[in-house]
């Protein structure tokens, strides 16, 4: 039912990774593995939402280049039409993206929350899947 023990060793950050992913990488792991809640098996994941990191940030850098709003204009100046910004849409979704990627790894107060939950009433000291034990009724 619970989670197989956590591994010693740390998952490698992926070469495929951008400078910015990397850095998050690079400062997000430390981190998780002071919670002692990653293991190699959770690379992908990690590099997941260290990648959707990096485009939230590109995204957020359009949005604030841009704006919000979009305006087009006709050739004499008068306003043609008024959209949202592409970028924008593109920056709420990959900030949902990470808000629930953060919470997965305990980077979150609710992600903390609920891996320290977990911890508590796991026996014997290991960590157990919190959503496994909710979907039994414990």
């Known amino acids: 039912k619970g989670e ?55 995204a957020r850098e359009k ?3 841009m704006g919000e709003m979009i305006v087009l204009k006709n050739r004499d100046g008068s306003i043609r039409l008024v959209k ?4 924008s849409a593109i ?3 990959h900030g949902d993206r990470l808000r629930k990627m953060m919470s997965e790894f305990g980077l979150t107060p609710v992600g903390r929350a609920r891996i320290g939950a977990a911890k508590e009433q796991a026996p014997n000291g290991k960590v157990e899947d919190i959503f496994t034990r909710r979907s039994a009724g414990a």
């Open 4 to 58: 197989p023990p956590r591994e010693d060793a740390l998952p490698e950050c992926p070469a495929w990774l951008d400078d910015v992913a990397r850095a998050a990488w690079h400062d997000w792991l430390p981190r998780i593995a002071a919670m002692k809640v990653i293991s190699v098996g959770d690379r992908d994941a990690l590099a997941m939402m260290c990648d959707t990191w990096s485009r939230y940030l590109m």
């Open 63 to 65: 949005v604030r280049e």
């Open 84 to 87: 949202r910004n592409p970028f």
């Open 91 to 93: 920056l709420a979704e």
